[in-house]
Structures are given as structure tokens and as C-alpha cells.
């Protein structure tokens, strides 16, 4: 995964979609807090009106062997103040 963050640090959070008795989704993973977020800028392409981030370097590895299959998503949390966002705990 290859993140890039002006707030600095960041957490990482993949959630399953699904049921789950109405909620929606649960968390499958929550990485430690990822510290290599400087990267350059994306770049732009008008001709197709794409940006690609090909330049930036891997600041994380997913293992996802164990995973359940299904939809996964992942959210991105930095920190506010002195917490990290309710959800998104590195423990």
C-alpha cells in the first residue's frame, strides 16, 4: 500500500463488507501507525484526465492469507490531537 500524508502519521483499518446483524462491515485488520508517508507529488495526465502515483515507494505491506474472502475496503485515519478517531485504535 503506498500512502502519502501531510498530517503526518497515519493508521490503516480494512473492513469486510456484509451483514453482519445490520451493521454493514466489520474490521478484519488495523495496522500500526505508518510514519513513511512523505511522497512526491502524483502526477496528472490531461490527455486521460488520470492521476497516477506510480512514483511513490511501498510505505506498507498487507498480509491478507487470512482474511475472509469477500469486498474489502480500507480507511485511512491520521491523528487528532492526542487520540487516533474512535474505530481506528493500533492496539
Do not use: E
Not at 454493514?24 to 500500526?32: A, C, E, F, L, P
Amino acid at each position: 500500500m503506498r500512502i502519502r500524508s501531510s498530517d503526518g502519521p497515519v493508521i490503516v483499518t480494512a473492513y469486510r463488507f456484509g451483514h453482519y446483524a445490520g451493521v454493514g462491515s466489520r474490521k478484519v485488520w488495523t495496522s500500526q501507525p505508518v510514519t513513511s508517508v512523505t511522497q512526491p507529488a502524483a502526477t496528472y495526465t490531461a490527455a486521460t484526465r488520470s492521476w497516477s502515483a506510480s512514483n511513490w515507494s511501498p510505505s506498507l505491506t498487507l498480509d491478507t492469507t487470512d482474511w475472509p474472502p469477500g469486498t474489502i475496503t480500507s480507511c485511512t485515519w491520521h491523528r487528532a490531537g492526542t487520540h487516533w478517531p474512535r474505530g481506528a485504535s493500533s492496539r
